[in-house]
C-alpha cells in the first residue's frame, strides 16, 4: 500500500517512523534502506516501509513480510500488499505524522514568540 504525503506535512519522515515503532533497516544484500516494525520477538512477521521522498512529497510504501524469500533476489515472498491489516497500520502511522506535525507547529510558535495557551492534546486524542 503506498500513501503520499506533501512534505510540509510530514519534513521528518525518520521522526515520524521512529515514535511509530520503527527501526531503519538496510538489506545486507541490495544495500537498500527501508524501516521495519516486528510483531514478534522473531525477525518475521514484520511490516516493511519503504520511503521515496520526491521533490514536493514523501511515499511511504508499506507491506507486511510473512517470511523471508525464498526465491533467490526476487521479490517473490510472503507479503501482503494491501487488506484490512496493512490499511489499519497505515491509519496508526497517519496518527503519528499528524502528532509529529501538530507536535512541530507549537515548537515553531514558541519559536516566534506566539503566546499559544491551547490546551496541548495528548498523543492518543490526537485521530
Do not use: C
Not at 507491506?63 to 489499519?88: F, P, R, V
Request: hydrophobic letters at 35%; aromatic letters at 12%.
Amino acid at each position: 500500500m503506498k500513501v503520499a504525503y506533501e512534505k510540509i506535512v510530514m519534513h521528518s519522515p525518520l521522526a515520524v517512523l521512529r515514535n511509530a515503532g520503527y527501526s531503519p533497516f538496510t538489506d545486507p544484500q541490495s544495500g537498500e534502506s527501508s524501516f521495519v516494525l516486528k510483531l514478534t520477538s522473531e525477525f518475521y512477521p514484520r511490516f516493511h516501509l519503504y520511503v521515496h521522498e520526491k521533490r514536493d512529497d514523501v511515499v511511504l510504501s508499506l507491506h507486511l513480510d510473512q517470511k523471508k524469500a525464498s526465491y533467490g533476489t526476487d521479490h517473490m515472498h510472503s507479503g501482503e500488499y494491501e487488506g484490512l491489516i496493512i490499511e489499519k497500520e497505515m491509519r496508526r502511522i497517519d496518527g503519528w505524522v499528524k502528532f509529529v506535525e501538530s507536535e512541530n507547529e507549537e515548537v515553531d510558535e514558541r519559536a516566534l514568540g506566539v503566546d499559544a495557551k491551547k490546551e496541548k492534546k495528548p498523543w492518543w486524542k490526537m485521530w
